[in-house]
């Protein structure tokens, strides 16, 4: 009883808000967003960590923005399973709510991006828009693309673009193994890095290449053991959150002595495994790195202060950044009104000069390769407080990490 | 194969083996005592890393070690007498349910305590290094105690594998519980008092033996042993809620295997699932590779070709589930097992 009421009272706010929204314009108006990602279980400290980021963000947005809108998130624990993902979907939906983010895991990201896509051809009116800030796998913007689904992250296509790009000029890689977890996400990196490493550096040679299940792997040994008895110098690897910790804690113990490219290497927990000690270097290619100047310092700084916990989810300014354009380009929180008009948008994301591409929804944005290094007087910052940080080795403009898309968009 | 390569693989799959005896040990033996599957057995491995996690923020690891075990102990002990050894007299369906349901319990109990994260609980600083390191040079194979060798660095093509200092610790500490179990239950007198009370209990009873305590104290005992594997198996990999679940299936397979209720067969069947599954991660050979080595070759149009070229690393995870079909199968009381199905 006492829930119904609730869901009554929320769904008569938006009512309301919505009415007054036709009369008055978007600014001063409450958009509820639902954060729809793990909250429990083995990726856990991942989501939480994202939940506070985007809710930092909010906070910092709500004093000031384009919209003059005030962002609240709604948070729900899809347990990182597709099928959680929908059942909370729903119940976002049921109150109301129009904006929906999840990044961890593609399984979960397509699922929601086909259910909010049916959602909105059946229920004209109650349209619901969907922030992809971390799901990668490329499929998304193309084969699967929606017209309701934003990536704020960049997709695995152009991460190898990138991590390439920057790998052909390393002579010392010469035989790369690759480890990843057995879902869209890890299948897409494997594909993708020996479709890209053929066509740049064709004489190296892959002499690995695991799949294994998501979060279920305790013990990384065996992998390590195989890694090491394959002479490799280089691993690529997009594991993420536990898969990569204890990944990098079992290289560890086995004193593996490659060097680790990854995706996710500053991601809640991993940091302090490698801090605990890594054979070789450590790399990350991702949109943003510990340096990045401008709003990237004082909002990690403030991050750390509030929460004693690294804010590394950029995707997340970048995100409300671009809602807020686009619902100060549209006059309104309607979603499908700041759909259209986030289409081709351009605005100033945390690392400068941004583009949502209109043809598929995939963000252009340059991409870094930065390195696990000790902090100095030019790098200060302390990611999980190890006094290591990740820096900037090479930065590759927007354009080279462009890739072009299959997708054919379906406007409403 | 080269030869370190198969030692550390072999080392790895002991060790994994012999955690996994720990747990299921203690399960065996409650089941052999008292007919009861304990299905809440792996939540007490999990009460006894969280446990240990919390005493070793306080006082260190070393009494964490000492102490986990006990407390989990009593608390398994209070569960049998005031809750098993009621619905006791309704069967065993009842029994299994009351297990079952204290699973969940015990899950969500943690998840208010600790929260739904992983904690972080590490081994001691002791403990921390690599114990050896196997030293595999292009022309021999060497052992050096502790970090790698310089030879490491200075030798091309030398490969230089370090065992870590922890994971030999939790072997050790998994033998010595495999002797003090089997020394208490076959030359003492608690343990004769414990054997009778399981095939002739009416005639230990008539003998003035408590045997209702003797219950109790083994499915204590055994809960201690589970705990005792929690803070082995905590520090060593993840301490996070779902730790029980992850091993809570592959005991059930263990004991299955190796026959219900014996310590031995246990034994036997989580030391081979260890190692089993160490080598077969690291393997890359699928039926396709065999068939082609017997001169069938397969290409991709030929007929199921995405089941026959399944590599055995990516199917490592469900060999014990297929071991378990197939002992139940062709020899249902398992490999050490007495009785019937």
Known sequence: MQISTRLHTISFACAWALAGGAAFGQAGQTVKIAFIDPLSGPFANVGQNQLKSWQFIAEEMNKKNPAGVKFEFVSFDNKGSPQESLTVLKAAMDQGIRYVTQGNGSGAAAAISDAVTKHNERNPGKEVLYLNYAAVDPELTNARCSYWHFRLDADTSMKMEALTSFMKDQPEVKKVYLINQNYAHGQQVSKYFKETIARKRPDVQIVGDDLHPIGQVKDFAPFVAKIKASGADSVVTGNWGQDLTLLVKAANDAGLTANLYTYYAGVSGTPTALAAGVGGKVRVVAYSHNSVPGVVQQLQTDFKKRFNDDWYTGATYNGLMMLSEGMAKAKSTDPVKVAAAMGGLKFKGFQGDVEMRKSDHQLQQGLYISEWRKADAKNPYSVENTGWNFQEVKAIPAYVASTPTSCQMKAP | ?341
Not at chain 2, 32 to 41: D, E, I, K, Q
Not at chain 2, 110 to 126: T, Y
Not at chain 2, 213 to 239: E, K, Y
Not at chain 2, 279 to 293: E, K, R, Y
């Open chain 2, 1 to 341: 194969m080269d030869l370190s390569f198969f030692l550390i693989s072999l080392l790895n799959g002991l060790s994994v083996g012999l955690l996994l005896f720990m747990l299921a040990s203690g399960l065996t033996l409650i089941f052999s005592m008292m007919g009861v599957l304990n299905f809440a057995h792996a939540s007490f491995y999990m009460v006894g890393a969280y446990v240990a996690y919390s005493i070793t923020q306080v006082i260190g690891f070393w009494w964490a070690l000492l102490l986990a075990p006990p407390i989990v102990g009593a608390l398994g002990a209070l569960f049998e007498r005031y809750a098993l050894r009621r619905v006791h007299k309704f069967g065993h369906v009842p029994e299994l349910l009351i297990t079952f349901g204290l699973s969940y319990i015990i899950l969500e109990v943690v998840q208010l305590i600790w929260g739904r994260q992983a904690v972080n609980f590490q081994p001691p600083e002791l403990l921390r290094g690599p114990l050896f390191t196997i030293v595999d040079l292009p022309d021999a194979l060497r052992f050096a105690w502790g970090e790698k060798p310089a030879v490491c660095a200075a030798t091309a093509g030398a490969v230089c594998t370090t065992f870590p200092a922890f994971r030999a610790f939790g072997m050790g500490v998994a033998v010595l519980m495999l002797l003090a179990v089997w020394l208490l239950l076959t030359k003492t007198r608690i343990g004769l008092v414990i054997q009778a009370a399981l095939t002739h209990p009416e005639a230990v009873e008539s003998l003035g033996h408590n045997v209702p305590r003797v219950f109790m104290g083994v499915f204590g005992g055994g809960t201690a042993l589970a705990a005792l594997a929690g803070v082995i198996g905590g520090a060593l990999r993840v301490t996070e809620p779902s730790m029980a679940l992850a091993v809570g299936a592959v005991v059930f397979a263990v004991i299955v295997i190796g026959g219900m209720g014996s310590l031995a067969g246990a034994f036997v069947a989580s030391v081979g699932l260890g190692v089993i599954e160490s080598f077969a991660v690291g393997s890359d050979h699928s039926i396709a590779d065999g068939l082609a080595a017997l001169g069938l070759a397969m290409t991709p149009e030929t007929f199921g070709f995405a089941v026959w070229s399944v590599k055995l690393s990516q199917v490592a995870a469900i060999l014990p589930y297929l071991l378990l079909v197939l002992i139940l199968i062709f020899r249902p009381k398992g490999l050490f097992g007495t009785r019937e199905g």
